[in-house]
């Protein structure tokens, strides 16, 4: 499979979150449909409640849609048992949002990683050396694997939790604003990584922040969400110069910073 | 979890003794009088559990004096004299220990399995199992735990073993409601979600990731479990449902030396002795044993000693020339954080002024104090953390000089401060209007109904429109961008000079973040208020301050007008969190610019220049001689702490 297939493809994605307590039903995805090719960045923009986490987790089979389909290579995502669940464990994988709460508390970084390895299809001969490549190709040093996660910084903890994803091996990453909890300098060493590991591995991100910058600056494509449905898509460049839907301008005249930059 | 600080220290040894949490390193912890205790407490209630469990190897165990405090009557007391049977006192109360510690044992290990396999199964197997989980907790906790020893005592008859069921089947139903509580918050967490997100069974995530964070609060409630069986056994044996004669238990002991205080008031206050402190060493173990398997360590209590010295210290210094027309004029100031080891560092050399009507950001990564210089500025810190030095002003009033009644009062009309966390600084148990009359009555004579219309006035001045509404709504029924309203109306209402807001849009979205920005400026306008903006954003500290405090490692290391620090940065920190931002200038996917490194946490500073090992234009003296804060620039009077200026900012400046 080349750069340009598609890997996974999202027709008319419902779902509806049940009230509780008195809360009311909330449509969370809405009649979604998308598209992901090989070696591509998807990005997802839109603000808290959107439905981006969501879909993000429907991707990685952490919750079912009510309706409509999802497969991928050929396997249907929202039905899968056995050997095919596996198939798709192994091929997508989730790096979450909070630093703080991605790790357990309790187990040391050799063990997080220990666990996702042994999940891959061909776990390495040699578990213990490949565990300290892995550390090395998301920039930690393999001292590190003993640490527990308190003693790490946001940022290296966000770095051991794409070691995590990619220990998998797998073709597809969903990263759900995966350095919106990080300072500036460590959100773009972050960003560096994750560009490095895809054109070196050749993966695919579906990328998803309510960053407006973050995002465009990541995607070969993007889509925007409001309120559970898809309000535009195309060409990350294209929407910022010319938006068509009203919801998209505004989100573009929100970016702080604009008048001082030097154009 | 999050309100507590984060000590990133690397390695502290609290940490390391909970890699493997062997029994060793626990006993390292603990101060040697508990663990004499505790061991002899052990040892009693091993053989205890060997009497109770296992009656037929008491002759092969034990010896014939212990043999005889059991059971056989003696003619001669002991040194703590005698009970009623003739038995020594002092082996009838180890002997009692040990019994009351079997049962304890026995109970706290049937409780504990019992609510901790019921808490998960509720909490992490489904709804149905939920339901039923559910159910029986609250038929358990409903029936009182006597009425189960009276149906219990009518099957095996009364005696311990009586006891033992009745308390471990009715106390599991705590510890489950608790475990399944927990259960439901940890599930949502991201290291879950990782686990199943990598294919994991439930019953795998259960006992690698759930049982290990939820043996604190096990390992609390056992202690709980020990304690109240201990009381409950005496309580019973006295009801005679416990232990029969000559069962030695302390219950019975009690109870029988309560009969027999006529002829001896021994065996009663011993007994009662004994019982109270196993509770109290059971108690300070426990609390122990859950600090120590904690990977976090324990936050050290920090004490106020340092405090008052460098205070006095400090004042003995001549006073310098501070711009007193300022709203706030802060001179030299340092704040220094009280920890086991004594006084560490976290702000210094803070020197700024506030102009009536002006704006003030300060930015700068997570860690770089910027926080705590807000706060030094109000003369609030967290508790062990102090003033080391320096002057804050008040509209050219030093701050110290006040006494700490009328400081209170001075400090909610003059400075009022909004976070990042409106939530939690909202009380969920009041409403918005109730919670902004608080903030009026707490300053103003006169009941609380009498401030309505100006609540209501202030409600709808900070955009939520329909004041009459949101006065009666509660903080949960409001959205992030309405609660961060809620919290500005709260300290609003009372027109302070100046307003501080610590990250008050971090996490909200781009849109409301920008509604929030305009209504900022808009009241500063309406109310001629001074504003010190925080934030990790450059970009949108750009938006709303006339001059910018860029802080690094505790320091302000870059001052200047807005104009000046975004469009020509002079300190290489502030133009690497300049670059670090993707623009929409850039080819989209090309490689960041990035700082590198993280800031140090106080107390591992570098000597000289606080970033020269994370910059790229360090020269020699940066590493030998800390670089002073000078003027740069003569006509904008932006200030630098740095050798070696990025050039771009050189140029224009000149
Ligand atoms: N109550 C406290 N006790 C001990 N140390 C503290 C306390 N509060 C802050 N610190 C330490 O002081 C330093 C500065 O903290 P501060 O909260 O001011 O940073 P900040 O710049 O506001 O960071 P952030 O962007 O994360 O809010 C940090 O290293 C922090 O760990
Ligand atoms: S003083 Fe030296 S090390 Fe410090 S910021 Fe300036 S150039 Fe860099
Ligand atoms: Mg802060």
Redesign the pocket.
Request: cysteine-free.
């Given at each position: 499979m080349s750069r340009g297939d598609v890997l996974l493809s999202v027709e008319h994605l419902s779902k509806t979150y049940r009230g509780q307590g008195g809360r009311p039903a909330h449509k969370a995805l809405d009649d979604v449909s998308l598209e992901l090719r090989a070696s591509e960045t998807l990005g997802i923009v839109g603000e808290s409640g959107s439905g981006k986490s969501t879909l993000a987790r429907v991707l990685v089979r952490l919750t079912g849609a009510d309706s409509g389909r999802a497969d991928y290579c050929g396997v249907d995502l929202l039905r899968a048992r056995g050997a095919d669940a596996l198939f798709l464990t192994r091929q997508i994988q989730i790096v979450f949002q909070d630093p703080n709460s991605s790790m357990n508390p309790r187990r040391t970084i050799r063990q997080a990683l220990l666990e996702a390895a042994r999940v891959a299809e061909h776990p390495p001969a040699d578990i213990q050396g490949s565990l300290a490549r892995m550390m090395e190709a998301v920039g930690l040093s393999r001292e590190k694997l003993d640490a527990y996660p308190h003693q790490l910084s946001g940022g290296q903890r966000q770095r051991v939790a794409i070691a995590r994803a990619l220990a998998v091996s797998p073709r597809v990453v969903v990263a759900d604003e995966c350095v919106s909890a990080l300072d500036v300098s460590v959100q773009s060493s972050i960003l560096n990584l994750m560009l490095e590991r895809q054109r070196e591995l050749g993966l695919a991100y579906v990328f998803i922040s309510h960053d407006l910058s973050v995002v465009h600056h990541m995607s070969d494509r993007m889509i925007v969400m409001r309120s559970g449905r898809i309000v535009e898509a195309g060409n990350p460049s294209e929407i910022m110069r010319n938006p068509q839907d009203p919801y998209t301008r505004e989100l573009i005249a929100s970016v702080p910073g604009s008048g001082f930059r030097a154009a | 979890m999050t309100a507590t600080?984060?000590?990133d220290a690397p390695a502290s040894p609290s940490a390391s003794v909970a890699a493997d949490g062997s029994l060793r390193r626990i006993v390292r912890g603990v101060p040697w009088p508990l663990l004499a205790a505790v061991a002899l407490f052990f040892v009693a209630g091993a053989i205890g559990l060997v009497f109770l469990v296992a009656p037929d190897l008491k002759p092969l165990v034990f010896k014939q004096s212990l043999m005889r405090a059991f059971s056989a009557p003696l003619s001669r007391g002991g040194f703590l004299g005698a009970d009623q049977l003739g038995r020594p006192l002092e082996w009838r109360l180890l002997a009692g220990l040990g019994i009351s510690l079997g049962a304890a044992a026995a109970v706290t290990l049937i409780a504990s399995v019992l609510g901790l396999a019921m808490g998960l199964l509720g909490g992490f197997f489904g709804l149905t199992a939920d339901r039923l989980v559910t159910v029986v907790i609250d038929l358990t906790w409903a029936y009182p735990t006597i009425l189960l020893a009276v149906v219990i005592a009518g099957i095996l008859g009364p005696g311990v073993w009586t006891v033992i069921w009745a308390l471990g089947l009715t106390l599991w139903a705590a510890l489950a409601r608790i475990v399944r509580a927990q259960v439901l918050v940890l599930r949502e967490q991201d290291f879950v979600l990782a686990a199943q997100a990598l294919g994991y069974s439930r019953f795998y995530i259960a006992t690698r990731h759930l049982i290990p964070n939820l043996m604190p609060i096990v390992i609390l409630m056992a202690t709980l479990f020990v304690a109240l069986t201990i009381i409950a056994e005496a309580g019973l044996s006295f009801i005679g449902l416990g232990a029969q004669s000559p069962t030695p238990s302390l219950g019975k002991t009690l109870a029988e030396g309560f009969s027999f205080a006529s002829s001896s008031i021994w065996p009663l206050v011993f007994g009662a002795l004994t019982m109270i402190s196993l509770v109290i060493v059971l108690n300070a173990f426990g609390d122990r044993v859950r600090d120590i398997l904690d990977p976090k360590g324990r936050v050290p209590l920090?004490g106020r000693r340092l405090r008052d010295a460098a205070r006095r210290a400090e004042a003995a210094l001549p006073a310098r020339a501070v711009d007193r027309d300022a709203v706030i004029a802060v001179d030299d100031v340092s704040v220094a954080?009280h920890g086991r080891r004594g006084a560490t560092t976290?702000?210094s050399d803070l020197s700024l002024t506030l102009r009536p009507g002006q704006t003030l950001g300060i930015v700068?990564?997570?860690?770089?104090?910027?926080?705590?210089?807000a706060r030094a500025i109000t003369g609030l810190l967290?508790?062990?953390?102090s003033l080391s030095g320096g002057r804050v002003f008040w509209d050219g009033v030093d701050i110290a000089g006040l006494p700490a009644e009328k400081l209170r009062d001075r400090r909610g009309r003059f400075v009022a401060m909004v976070f990042q966390d409106a939530r939690a600084s909202l009380d969920p148990l009041y409403t918005i209007g109730e919670q902004v009359s608080e903030s009026l009555a707490a300053h103003f004579p006169g009941p609380r109904r009498s401030f309505r219309p100006k609540v209501l006035e202030m409600l709808a001045r900070v955009g939520l429109s329909d004041p009459e509404i949101f006065y009666d709504r509660y903080p949960h029924q409001l959205s992030g961008g309405q609660l961060q309203r809620a919290a500005l109306a709260g300290v609003l209402v009372l027109e302070p000079r100046v307003l501080i807001a610590d990250?008050p849009t971090t996490g909200l979205d781009a849109t409301t973040q920008k509604k929030i920005v305009a209504l900022v400026k808009a009241l500063q306008r309406e109310m001629n208020m001074s504003v010190i903006w925080?934030s990790?954003d450059l970009d949108l500290v750009g938006e709303i301050a006339d001059e910018i405090v860029v802080?690094y490692a505790?320091q302000p290391v870059e001052i200047g007008t807005v104009e000046e620090v975004l469009k020509r940065p002079a300190h290489p920190y502030t133009l690497g969190l300049l670059e670090s931002r993707p623009q929409a200038t850039m080819a989209p996917k090309s490689p960041l610019r990035s700082v590198g490194g993280t800031v140090p946490?106080?107390g591992d500073w570098p000597p000289a220049c606080r970033f020269a090992p994370r910059c790229r234009r360090a020269l020699a003296i940066c590493g030998t001689t800390p670089p002073p804060m000078e003027l740069f620039d003569e006509g904008s009077g932006r200030r630098l702490r740095c050798y070696n200026p990025e050039p771009g900012a050189a140029e224009a400046g000149a």
């Open positions: - | 600080i984060d000590f920090p954080i976290a702000v700068g990564e997570s860690g770089s104090g910027k926080s705590l210089s967290p508790e062990g953390l990250e925080i990790h802080a505790g946490d106080p």
